[in-house]
Antibody
Framework: EVQLVESGGGLVKPGGSLRLSCAAS????????MNWVRQAPGKGLEWVSS????????YYADSVKGRFTISRDNAKNSLYLQMNSLRAEDTAVYYC??????????????WGQGTLVTVSS | DIQMTQSPSSLSASVGDRVTITCQAS??????LNWYQQKPGKAPKLLIY???NLETGVPSRFSGSGSGTDFTFTISSLQPEDIATYYC?????????FGQGTKLEIK
């Protein structure tokens, strides 16, 4: 069974840092591009970042560019999101999502259960 | 960025009703359009990809159509378990963008 499990969320002060992790199982992790998508409380979905299977291609939303860094460790079947200079508007549930197929990016399935990041003083 | 405009933002319908949600892109995205279902407190789930392709295991009462800038998502006969928020999403151009969502309730 394909499974994605996020961890690392929590309460952090504005300007602080947090590192999210996503542990993958049930598929060949090194073959798939991976993504982070977030959802502010009571709001819609916002794509955050994507990374290709070999980390050759990395993309960010403008809202996080320069503050967030996506990475992966294929040997550990893990995806990461290093979040620095956090702002109140970064408060959200952060989902890890796999690309639907190995051939084309932008379709997200499956998704993890999400981890809540709260930025507040 | 490509803006995705969904309508309506909320919808109340009866069990057995035919339900339609529309999604309009601010520019031509061909058929690079997905539909997701998000039940309360859960992660989103891919239902339709490439505008009209039903994801494996998804009931056939769900369907999608359209290309270019105008897209439609339909539930042919609403079931109680379909209560959720539905999102369209384009992946023709980065940044990938979502519609604002349509919250579906049972009347």
């Amino acid at each position: 069974e394909v499974q994605l499990v996020e961890s690392g969320g929590g309460l952090v002060k504005p300007g602080g840092s947090l590192r999210l992790s996503c542990a993958a199982s049930g598929f060949t992790f090194s073959s798939y591009s991976m993504n982070w998508v977030r959802q502010a409380p009571g709001k819609g979905l916002e794509w955050v970042s994507s990374i290709s299977s070999s980390s050759s291609y990395i993309y960010y939303a403008d809202s996080v560019k320069g503050r967030f860094t996506i990475s992966r460790d294929n040997a550990k079947n893990s995806l990461y999101l290093q979040m620095n200079s956090l702002r109140a508007e970064d408060t959200a549930v952060y989902y890890c999502a796999r690309d639907h197929t190995i051939f084309e990016g932008g379709r997200f399935d499956p998704w993890g259960q999400g981890t809540l990041v709260t930025v507040s003083s | 960025d490509i803006q995705m405009t969904q309508s309506p933002s909320s919808l109340s319908a009866s069990v057995g009703d035919r339900v339609t949600i529309t999604c309009q892109a601010s520019q031509d995205i061909s058929n690079y359009l997905n539909w997701y279902q998000q039940k309360p407190g859960k992660a989103p789930k891919l239902l339709i990809y490439d505008a009209s392709n039903l994801e494996t295991g998804v009931p056939s009462r769900f369907s999608g159509s359209g290309s270019g800038t105008d897209f439609t998502f339909t539930i042919s006969s609403l079931q109680p378990e379909d209560i959720a928020t539905y999102y369209c999403q384009q992946y023709d151009h980065l940044p990938y963008t979502f519609g604002q969502g349509t919250k579906l309730e049972i009347k």
